[in-house]
T-cell receptor, first 111, second 113 residues
Framework: DQQVKQNSPSLSVQEGRISILNCDYT??????FLWYKKYPAEGPTFLISISSIKDKNEDGRFTVFLNKSAKHLSLHIVPSQPGDSAVYFCAARGSNYKLTFGKGTLLTVNP | DGGITQSPKYLFRKEGQNVTLSCEQNLNHDAMYWYRQDPGQGLRLIYY???????QKGDIAEGYSVSREKKESFPLTVTSAQKNPTAFYLC????????????FGSGTRLTVV
């Protein structure tokens, strides 16, 4: 049973526009959510996170929104740049600090 | 510079052979994790360890074994019992707060032929 779902395997946007990546979860015990960025043949790198007690966290071009009632979070990238092209993983923290990851969304930003 | 080192980057083995993947960290992190990535599958947890000499099975532990004799090291052995061992393997570690999630290594691509 998939507890963290990223329903869009891929997303393509134009440079300068907004990228919106979505993530849904089922476990209401998750208390912390993170986004990771991954290039091929490399390890994921931490991008931004949000606690379950907040509904928004912003860091430069990246903003994460959390809707607890809908069990939904989203990552907004504005403006999108070609260097943002990568796979983005949503992750949720449960008991024992274990992270459960979604399957990822491949973002392509076209010049 | 502190970080996690996985070696080798690419590894080839014949079917039926055991193989051990190395993971070393100098971040002084207590917890360490092994994940496997397959196309379209995301990251799946194999084993994790929160302290030295202790480890727990993750979601897909069958066919794998680990040890945690030192804080810095968490090697993963892929045994011949693992039915589909070809994959990209990622090691990660976490500090006691876990506020920034995990720090990942650069991964090992294992190909079994």
């Amino acid at each position: 049973d998939q507890q963290v779902k990223q329903n869009s395997p891929s997303l393509s946007v134009q440079e300068g526009r907004i990228s919106i990546l979505n993530c849904d979860y089922t476990n209401s015990m998750f208390d912390y959510f993170l986004w990771y960025k991954k290039y091929p043949a490399e390890g994921p790198t931490f991008l931004i996170s949000i606690s379950s007690i907040k509904d928004k966290n912003e860091d430069g071009r990246f903003t994460v929104f959390l809707n607890k009632s809908a069990k939904h979070l989203s990552l907004h990238i504005v403006p999108s740049q070609p260097g943002d092209s990568a796979v983005y993983f949503c992750a949720a923290r449960g008991s024992n600090y274990k992270l459960t990851f979604g399957k990822g969304t491949l973002l392509t930003v076209n010049p | 510079d502190g970080g996690i080192t996985q070696s080798p980057k690419y590894l080839f083995r014949k079917e039926g052979q055991n193989v051990t993947l190395s993971c070393e960290q100098n971040l002084n992190h207590d917890a360490m994790y092994w994940y496997r990535q397959d196309p379209g599958q995301g990251l799946r947890l194999i084993y994790y360890s929160q302290i030295v000499n202790d480890f727990q099975k993750g979601d897909i532990a069958e066919g794998y074994s680990v040890s945690r004799e030192k804080k810095e090291s968490f090697p993963l052995t892929v045994t011949s019992a693992q039915k589909n061992p070809t994959a990209f393997y990622l090691c990660a570690s976490r500090d006691y707060r876990g506020q920034d999630g995990y720090t990942f290594g650069s991964g090992t691509r294992l190909t079994v032929v």
